[in-house]
């Protein structure tokens, strides 16, 4: 039987984090990235053409705070499922997050471990959030 392969789209203003978060994704069975964008603009572009199962976004992608984009891409397209990553570990940041429906919070310094069991955990309906994120760790 044919199994449609789990599509992620990749957004962050840095190439070479892209490019190592594609080499994660390509060493996992059945997922596969189908489109990048280094900024809120180019995602949008991508999004006009694919409609991926999951979109991984660094929370500073440039000018995704100061927009909506996230929310509404949510609001059209239910079905996709958001995993930021972020640099901070700061409470807003994972505030932010929350509050544009992510299913997944990844903070990068622990992104080689993390990212693979996050998707996994995102793929199969649940949620992740870095424990160097979570709210018991803040002050």
């Known amino acids: 039987m044919f199994k449609r392969p789990y599509s992620v789209v990749l957004a962050d203003g840095h190439q070479l984090v892209r490019q190592g978060v594609r080499r994660i994704i390509e060493a996992m069975d059945g997922i596969q990235v189908v489109g990048e964008a280094g900024d809120v ?16 976004v660094d929370i500073s992608t440039p ?12 609001e059209l397209q239910v079905r996709i499922k958001i995993i930021f990553l972020s640099m901070h570990d700061h409470q807003e940041y994972l505030n932010y997050a929350l509050d544009q429906g992510a299913e997944g919070f ?17 793929r199969q309906g649940g949620t992740f959030i870095s424990p160097l994120a979570s709210p018991s760790r803040q002050n």
């Open 63 to 74: 000018n995704l705070r100061n927009t909506e984009s996230i929310r509404k891409i949510k």
């Open 41 to 56: 603009v180019q995602l949008l572009e991508v999004l006009k053409t694919k409609v991926p199962d999951l979109l991984i």
């Open 106 to 122: 990844i903070v990068k310094p622990n992104m080689d471990v993390e990212l693979s069991p996050a998707i996994e955990k995102v």
